[in-house]
Structures are given as C-alpha cells and as structure tokens.
C-alpha cells in the first residue's frame, strides 16, 4: 500500500527542539521528491520545505519563516524523510504533512501534531 | 514569492447545484514553453489530510469524480463542482507550482444550504 506515516509530533517549550519523521512505502522513495506541509490550528496550508529527489539533485528549499531553523533530510535505507525543528517559536504550533510530488502534492500522510508552548 | 487569493471565502450551495470557486495568482503561472499552468487544487475534509484533485489546472487525478472540473489559465482559476454532493462539505485550496516556495490559497469552505 502507497503511504505516508508521520510521527514524533509532541509538546515542546519555545526555544526547543524536535525532528518529526515520515515513513514511506508502496513507492521508490529515493526517486521521490518530498515536502512537508503544516497547518496551524483552524488555518489553511502552509508549505514549510522540501528535499528534492536524487535524480534532481537532492537539494532542499525552505520557507522564509523556517529558514535558518529547519532542516529536512532524508535516508533512503530506511525509506523515511525527516525533518529537524530548531528554535521553536510558538508560531510554529501546527500539524505537519509529509507529503510527495515534483511538482503537485500526490499523496499526504495524516500529520502530527506539534504543540509550542510554555 | 507568488500570492495565491481565492474568493468566495465560502459559500453554500443547495445539493444537486453548482459550485464555483475562484483562485488568482499574483503572476502568471503558465509556463510558455510547455504551455501548461503550474496549478493545483485540493480538498480537506474535517480531521483528514488535504487530498489533490486536479493539476495541471485541469487534469483530475485519478478516482476523482467528474463533478469536479478544473479551468483557467495565467492567473485567473477556478474550480467547479457540477452538481454538488453532501460529501463535497470541505475546504477547498488552490497552489501554484510555478515556482518556489509554493504557495496556497487561504481556502474557501464549501457547505450545504
């Protein structure tokens, strides 16, 4: 089955630190481009970075709010994309989709939620 | 970066009618040498992930129904639910892939009147 699992979501205090995961199966992750995409609660989609697939060079883009905070990676022996939260705002309470595509987002896990609070 | 607007902010719609949504990009999102618009929509129910519907601004992804229908062209989209379902109540986003980041509409809700 094609699919995307996230976890790692939690509570953390402002000024924190904590890497969320995806597990992907049913698809050829090293030739995929990944992104992830958050939603804070009651708004719309923000789109936070991506790492691009090795066929394009694997590079990764970020979002201006996040840049300089977050980092994806990825590691294609365990099919999983991470992403590393640093200096954790209270902004950056939201729920966070790991989601596929080159161009269009395809398939979307189901998120975790991460909670930035005092 | 490329601002995504969508009107109306939501609307209601009585089953069997049609629903229209529309999305503005801030520049255009045609790419000239394949002519093709880097545009998607989606769909978000309540408690779910958004789930894609059309791309290309007009190619429905599979198993989606054909109620749905995508057009437009440049900077100016919309979305059409042709006769409209209890289980299209969702929200609705449009993005452009033209170019990063990318970038979404803040959505229109979509319900039953």
């Known amino acids: 089955e094609v699919q995307l699992v996230e976890s790692g979501g939690g509570l953390v205090k402002p000024g924190g630190s904590l890497r969320l995961s995806c597990a992907a199966s049913g698809f050829t992750f090293s030739n995929a481009s990944m992104s992830w995409v958050r939603q804070a609660p009651g708004k719309g989609l923000e789109w936070v970075g991506r790492?691009?697939?090795?066929?394009?060079?694997?590079?990764?883009d970020y979002a201006a709010p996040v840049k300089g905070r977050f980092t994806i990676s990825g590691d294609d022996s365990k099919n999983t994309l991470y992403l590393q939260m640093n200096s954790l705002k209270t902004e950056d309470t939201a729920v966070y989709y790991c989601t596929t595509g080159r161009w269009y987002f395809d398939l979307w896990g189901r998120g975790t939620l991460v909670t930035v609070s005092s | 970066d490329i601002v995504m607007t969508q009107s109306p902010d939501s609307l209601a719609v009585s089953l069997g009618e049609r629903a229209t949504i529309n999305c503005k990009s801030s520049?255009?999102?045609?790419?000239?040498?394949?002519?093709?618009?880097?545009l998607a929509w989606y769909q978000q129910k309540p408690g779910q992930p958004p789930k894609l519907l059309i791309y290309?601004?007009?190619t429905r992804d599979s198993g989606v129904p054909d109620r749905f229908s995508g057009s437009g062209s440049g900077t100016d989209f919309t979305l059409t639910i042709s006769s409209l379902q209890a289980e299209d109540v969702a929200v609705y986003y449009c993005q452009q892939y033209y170019s990063t980041p990318r970038t979404f509409g803040p959505g229109t809700t979509v319900d039953i009147k």
């Open positions: 790492i691009k697939s090795k066929l394009d060079g694997g590079t990764t």
């Open positions: 290309w601004a007009s």
């Open positions: 520049q255009s999102v045609l790419f000239s040498s394949n002519n093709k618009n880097y």
